[in-house]
RNA sequence: GGCGCCGUAGCCAAGUGGUAAGGCAGAGGUCUGCAAAACCUCCACCCCCGGUUCGAAUCCGGGCGGCGCCUCCA
């Protein structure tokens, strides 16, 4: 069994083949940080996650690329707006995403190259083009690129099977003038007055002026694993379905121009959109949640990940509280089940065990192997926890085996949450039965501060238990329960507190 | 208008020719002072119509419904 993805170039599953064995250059369109992104940009970067670990999970050496856009007519203009230079504007974005990417136990890419770290490799690539005639100034001051002169133009999206509709886009309008066909694409645009104020313009022979948005994707990746590897083809490029056109067919077009070959990258994959309310999750309908928004809220990220990875990355869906319950449920199962597979690991497996961790790492396998079918890859995690407590229950024993197929499983997904417990036995009392003061029936607001209350509050409840007080005793369980703490009582009389969902 | 995707149980979702994975919710049971956790059991003929086939959720044609791209939007 081998690795398949689709490929959107071919719209077929295909064997996965770097072009060297053993080795894989891939480059992912990340964010353009102009301001907070939010969670369907995640579901993108998430699968492109997914890929990134099961690549590495599969034995390869991979050179992920994530490039930050810093530089386009939002950074420039809320850069404007906000008085400050561009560079000054983007920074704490920059942070912010690397934030909410750790957050949602997203890997580090390789290299995280921005834009405007790398404006030489673009400036080289428009004079190549420009002299070799694929590109031309037009009266504007601007650098285009001719689609006349690139024949191979729109295998990607399938351009010559479309039309464009009638009439449709009327921002043609703007440099429509100073371009010899309307689909030619900007390179390097011309200064416009704010660009000057905020910083955004760089010196070129060509004429001063700022990179056009698919520049930066060909130039820095061209030069970064030409840098690297000495080769100027990517194994697999990925994004969101909406680059497909024009980004990344413009992407193709001037790469492949610029290196004279014919491919710029061999497998191109697409996540498809987060909806909210049968809508596309974007900024411009307003509809959009945050992965802060989801943190503010206590969710283990864990669930997060299960949610997406409940659902194949080509496929659309809707995000509803519904789906997120649904997600912190089961993550949370998962969650528990992995503390009881740890913490109780023994020296050998059960035969029960022996066969289940074969099962999964045998499905686990299957399923990404084929386009990263992440659905049924959870699906086996599943099966493996019904089959582990069920085991587990029966006084069988979980060892080396057993927890390896689950590490291996929960590294590449990473869809568990935490769930931490805590044990409070009767013999702790004597401490507490001092302080009978008072005991705030909220918790306090620090998440250390909150667990030694729950504690104090759990001990409380031990006594009134042993005392019979049973109405007292689910009082407090009641109002433990309010707060995020669910106790369980235990039959050797112990008692755990249980705490899922991240600390605020 | 062009190109493309989707329609499977209450909700979400795999499966793409051989008789319906998984999650959540729900019902019953074991355990428990009661709970919780966990386990066991139960819960679908796959939007409609027609066709191909020994056999279709799966292939073809036609409907109906939803979504996306054609807009520097992941």
């Given at each position: 069994?081998t690795?398949?993805?689709y490929?959107?170039l071919?719209?077929?599953?295909e064997?996965?083949?770097?072009?060297?064995?053993?080795?894989?250059a891939?480059?992912?369109c990340?964010?353009?940080?102009y301001n907070?992104?939010h969670i369907?940009n995640?579901r993108?970067?998430l699968?492109?996650?997914l890929?990134?670990r099961?690549?590495?999970?599969?034995g390869?050496?991979?050179?992920?690329?994530?490039?930050?856009?810093?530089?386009d007519?939002k950074?420039?203009g809320h850069?404007?707006a906000?008085?400050?230079?561009?560079?000054?504007y983007?920074?704490p974005?920059?942070?912010?995403?690397?934030e909410?990417?750790?957050y949602?136990?997203?890997e580090?890419?390789?290299?995280y190259?921005r834009?405007t770290?790398?404006?030489p490799?673009?400036v080289?690539l428009?004079e190549k083009?420009?002299?070799?005639?694929?590109?031309?100034?037009?009266?504007?001051?601007?650098v285009?690129?001719?689609i006349a002169?690139f024949?191979?133009?729109?295998?990607?999206s399938q351009?010559?099977?479309?039309?464009?509709k009638a009439g449709?886009?009327?921002?043609v309008?703007t440099?429509?003038?100073?371009?010899e066909d309307?689909?030619?694409?900007?390179?390097?645009?011309?200064?416009g007055?704010s660009d000057e104020?905020v910083?955004?313009?760089?010196?070129?022979?060509?004429?001063r002026?700022?990179?056009?948005?698919?520049?930066e994707?060909?130039?820095?990746?061209?030069?970064l694993?030409r840098e690297?590897w000495?080769?100027?083809?990517l194994?697999i490029?990925?994004?969101g379905?909406?680059?497909?056109?024009?980004?990344?067919?413009?992407?193709?077009?001037?790469s492949?121009?610029?290196?004279g070959?014919?491919?710029?990258?061999r497998?191109w994959?697409?996540?498809e959109?987060?909806k909210?309310?049968?809508?596309?999750?974007s900024?411009?309908f307003g509809?959009?949640?945050?992965?802060?928004?989801?943190?503010?809220?206590?969710?283990?990220a864990g669930?997060i990940?299960?949610?997406?990875f409940q659902?194949h990355?080509?496929?659309?869906f809707?995000?509803?509280?519904?789906?997120?319950?649904s997600?912190?449920?089961?993550s949370?199962?998962?969650?528990?089940?992995?503390?009881r597979?740890?913490e109780?690991?023994?020296?050998a497996?059960?035969?029960?065990?022996?066969e289940a961790?074969?099962r999964?790492?045998?499905e686990?396998?299957?399923?990404?192997?084929?386009?990263?079918?992440?659905?049924?890859a959870v699906?086996?995690m599943f099966a493996?926890v019904?089959?582990?407590n069920?085991?587990?229950?029966?006084?069988?024993q979980a060892?080396?085996?057993?927890?390896a197929?689950?590490e291996r499983?929960?590294g590449?997904l990473?869809?568990t949450?935490q769930?931490r417990?805590?044990?409070?036995?009767q013999?702790?009392?004597a401490?507490a039965?001092q302080?009978?003061?008072?005991l705030?029936p909220?918790?306090?607001s620090?998440a250390?501060e909150?667990e030694?209350w729950?504690?104090?509050?759990?001990?409380?409840?031990a006594?009134?238990?042993?005392?019979r007080?049973?109405?007292?005793?689910?009082r407090i369980?009641t109002?433990l329960?309010g707060?995020?703490?669910?106790i369980r009582?235990s039959?050797?009389g112990?008692i755990?507190?249980?705490?899922?969902g991240?600390a605020?």
């Amino acid at each position: 069994m081998t690795l398949r993805l689709y490929n959107t170039l071919t719209r077929r599953i295909e064997p996965f083949e770097p072009l060297h064995p053993g080795r894989v250059a891939l480059y992912t369109c990340g964010p353009t940080v102009y301001n907070y992104a939010h969670i369907g940009n995640f579901r993108t970067f998430l699968f492109e996650d997914l890929l990134h670990r099961w690549l590495q999970a599969s034995g390869y050496d991979v050179f992920h690329i994530m490039n930050l856009t810093d530089v386009d007519d939002k950074t420039i203009g809320h850069a404007t707006a906000a008085g400050k230079s561009l560079r000054q504007y983007v920074e704490p974005y920059i942070e912010a995403f690397h934030e909410d990417r750790k957050y949602l136990r997203i890997e580090d890419a390789s290299v995280y190259p921005r834009a405007t770290d790398h404006i030489p490799a673009m400036v080289g690539l428009v004079e190549k083009l420009l002299s070799q005639g694929i590109a031309y100034r037009g009266e504007d001051g601007s650098v285009y690129f001719s689609i006349a002169r690139f024949p191979a133009y729109g295998r990607l999206s399938q351009l010559e099977n479309r039309e464009l509709k009638a009439g449709a886009s009327e921002r043609v309008s703007t440099d429509e003038y100073s371009k010899e066909d309307v689909r030619d694409f900007a390179l390097w645009k011309a200064p416009g007055p704010s660009d000057e104020t905020v910083g955004a313009v760089w010196d070129a022979p060509f004429g001063r002026g700022r990179p056009g948005w698919h520049l930066e994707c060909s130039a820095m990746a061209l030069h970064l694993i030409r840098e690297r590897w000495g080769v100027e083809v990517l194994d697999i490029h990925a994004g969101g379905v909406d680059l497909i056109f024009p980004h990344h067919e413009d992407e193709i077009a001037q790469s492949c121009a610029f290196t004279g070959r014919e491919e710029f990258a061999r497998v191109w994959m697409h996540g498809e959109f987060l909806k909210t309310g049968g809508e596309k999750m974007s900024k411009r309908f307003g509809n959009i949640t945050t992965p802060r928004d989801l943190r503010e809220d206590g969710v283990d990220a864990g669930a997060i990940r299960l949610l997406m990875f409940q659902v194949h990355y080509r496929q659309q869906f809707d995000l509803t509280d519904q789906g997120l319950q649904s997600a912190q449920e089961g993550s949370r199962r998962l969650g528990e089940f992995q503390n009881r597979l740890l913490e109780r690991r023994a020296a050998a497996d059960a035969p029960a065990f022996e066969e289940a961790a074969e099962r999964l790492d045998r499905e686990l396998t299957g399923a990404l192997d084929d386009d990263l079918n992440a659905p049924r890859a959870v699906a086996a995690m599943f099966a493996f926890v019904t089959a582990g407590n069920a085991a587990l229950d029966a006084g069988q024993q979980a060892g080396p085996r057993a927890a390896a197929a689950w590490e291996r499983a929960e590294g590449v997904l990473g869809v568990t949450s935490q769930v931490r417990v805590m044990k409070v036995t009767q013999r702790a009392e004597a401490g507490a039965a001092q302080e009978i003061a008072e005991l705030s029936p909220t918790p306090p607001s620090d998440a250390l501060e909150a667990e030694r209350w729950a504690r104090e509050w759990a001990l409380r409840r031990a006594r009134h238990k042993s005392a019979r007080n049973y109405a007292e005793a689910d009082r407090i369980r009641t109002l433990l329960g309010g707060h995020g703490f669910h106790i369980r009582d235990s039959k050797d009389g112990s008692i755990e507190v249980v705490r899922t969902g991240v600390a605020r």
